[in-house]
């Protein structure tokens, strides 16, 4: 059981936009940065969103993050066959004095 | 352009110690307010953070593996490792190490490499 919670599951068509979901608590997401990663099998997780809302270098602005309170979502508009993969949120526990993460929400284009 | 690699044995028996270095190259891993970081991943499960460390030597561990890591750093080779003893089946996985921007965000990872608990 993971300590950030995520839909197992999210869909949609080419075009459309989706959203997934990321809850927590006042010790994680309440005080601390938001992290999405998009997971590919056979490769490593690639930050998409940092700091809740910001986007490193070379995502593309399709990506988005937001916060409030103790949750947090990645919204993907425009979407693309290529972005059928696993999405994970993270954030720093300070109760924990660690890193966690969502459970996963693998992300399928029908 | 930062890049990290992991090494290590692929095959660990059971109750052995886990032995992973990451080599750092394209920067120093003392440049830049960094955290260096592991991270697992068990097959057909999530990812799980193990740890991590500063150049200073300064280090947080998940509390779930606290008792058995151990991450430490040698600025002189570029390079940090993990060590995780009295491993077991569960501790087969996928993993990775990366550079931390901030203490959720890591911009750099390595390719990953599966370690195998098995006799």
């Known amino acids: 059981q993971s300590v950030l919670t995520q839909p197992p599951s999210a869909s949609g068509t080419p075009g459309q936009r989706v959203t997934i979901s990321c809850s927590g608590s006042s010790s994680n997401i309440g005080s601390n940065y938001v992290s999405w990663y998009q997971h590919l099998p056979g490769t490593a997780p690639k930050l998409l969103i940092c700091?809740?809302?910001q986007r490193p270098s070379g995502v593309p602005d399709r990506f988005s993050g937001s916060k409030s309170g103790t949750s947090a979502s990645l919204a993907i508009s425009g979407l693309r066959s290529e972005d059928e993969a696993d999405y994970y949120c993270?954030?720093?526990?300070?109760?924990?004095?660690?890193?966690?993460f969502g459970g996963g929400t693998k992300l399928t284009v029908l | 352009q930062v890049q990290l690699q992991e090494s290590g044995p692929r095959l660990v028996k059971p109750s052995q110690t886990l032995s992973l270095t990451c080599t750092v190259s394209g920067g120093s891993i003392s440049s830049g307010s960094y955290y260096w970081s592991w991270t697992r991943q068990p097959a057909g499960k999530g990812l799980e953070w193990i740890g991590r460390?500063?150049?200073?030597?300064?280090?947080k561990y998940n509390p779930s593996l606290k008792s058995r890591v151990i991450i430490s750093v040698d600025t002189s080779k570029n390079q940090f490792s993990l060590m995780l003893s009295s491993v077991t089946a569960a501790d087969t996985a996928v993993y990775y190490c990366a550079r931390d921007a901030d203490s959720s965000a890591s911009d750099y990872w390595g390719q990953g490499t599966l370690v195998t608990v098995s006799s």
């Open positions: 700091r809740n809302t």
């Open positions: 460390i500063y150049t200073s030597g300064s280090t």
């Open positions: 993270a954030a720093w526990d300070d109760s924990l004095s660690g890193r966690v």
